[in-house]
């Protein structure tokens, strides 16, 4: 079973910068991708990055391209999202996974399938 261990987030204002990180352990897969939805009250929820163990790409959505970087240490199985420019529209929890692929984290129609979560941590963009 994997288990994660996240730290970040907290309340910043419009234009600042946070940072996530997520420690996996446990993890049995060969390929995997990792990285974080998101979800805001009385919203589904959104895939936000993910980074694939197997080449290193990686995947933005839309709402935070150019905003929003991932990265991830392989030796300790850490990803980290820094989030700069942050606005109101990025409020939500954040929760750290692990899916099979990148296409767990693109492609809602997979969502519900992502079955290693972390337990989230709150990001409030507000003035």
């Known amino acids: 079973q994997v288990q994660f261990v996240e730290s970040g987030g907290g309340v910043v204002q419009p234009g600042g910068s946070l940072r996530l990180s997520c420690a996996a352990s446990?993890?049995?897969?060969?390929?995997?991708?990792m990285g974080w939805f998101r979800q805001a009250p009385g919203k589904e929820r959104e895939g936000v990055s993910c980074?694939?163990?197997?080449?290193?790409?990686?995947f933005y959505a839309d709402s935070v391209k150019g905003r929003f970087t991932i990265s991830r240490d392989s030796v300790s199985d850490t990803a980290t999202l820094q989030m700069d420019n942050l606005t109101p529209e990025d409020t939500a929890v954040y929760y750290c996974?692990?899916?099979?692929?990148?296409?767990?984290?693109?492609?809602?129609?997979?969502?519900?399938?992502?079955?290693?979560w972390g337990r989230g941590t709150l990001v409030t963009v507000s003035s």
């Open positions: 446990g993890v049995t897969l060969d390929n995997f991708a």
């Open positions: 980074i694939s163990s197997r080449d290193g790409r990686q």
């Open positions: 996974a692990i899916g099979p692929s990148p296409s767990y984290f693109i492609d809602p129609r997979y969502f519900e399938y992502v079955e290693d």
